[in-house]
């Protein structure tokens, strides 16, 4: 019996070496796999710090364009408010414009009789300088002045009907 003990404490001796033995080479693996994530976990450090350097340098760009954009969006306010101060004189000088105009035309309207009053004393008087002078060619110049005379006549007859 003391044999099978003997055997019995080998055999549990030789499972323990195989089991040692496995133990050993799991955790050389896993050292191996380790330093390997440990090398990605440095390389993956310094590249995290390149783009913390990077992303820093972005942003001061694009504060700086940031303030750049505002100070042109200022300038290009007064424009605007220039643009819009030139746009209101524009429209103020058009109703003058248009005020006057119609004025000029109510004007018209009521001294229609007196604009064909003065066309008729100048027509009058242009025919006494004619005869004062005695100008030779007295009949073709009376002629078309005295179609005028009558046409401007006819026209403020129709402007009063």
Not at 14 to 34: D, M, P, S
């Amino acid at each position: 019996m003391k044999i099978i003990l003997y055997l019995s404490v080998a055999l549990i001796a030789i499972a323990f070496l195989i089991l040692v033995l496995g133990l050993i080479k799991t955790l050389k693996a896993t050292a191996k796999t380790l330093e390997s994530v440990s090398k990605t976990l440095d390389g993956l450090e310094s590249q995290m710090q390149g783009i913390t350097g990077e992303t820093t340098m972005l942003l001061h760009k694009t504060n700086a364009l940031a303030e750049d954009i505002q100070g042109k969006v200022e300038k290009l306010d007064t424009v605007v408010h220039a643009v819009q101060d030139v746009g209101n004189t524009i429209q103020g000088l058009n109703n003058s414009l248009q005020k006057v105009s119609t004025s000029v035309s109510s004007s018209m309207v009521r001294n229609q009789d007196k604009v064909a009053q003065v066309v008729q004393w100048a027509s009058v008087m242009k025919e006494m300088k004619d005869k004062w002078f005695g100008e030779k060619d007295n009949k073709r110049k009376k002629k078309p002045l005295e179609t005028e005379v009558s046409i401007h006549t006819q026209q403020l007859e129709r402007g009063r009907g």
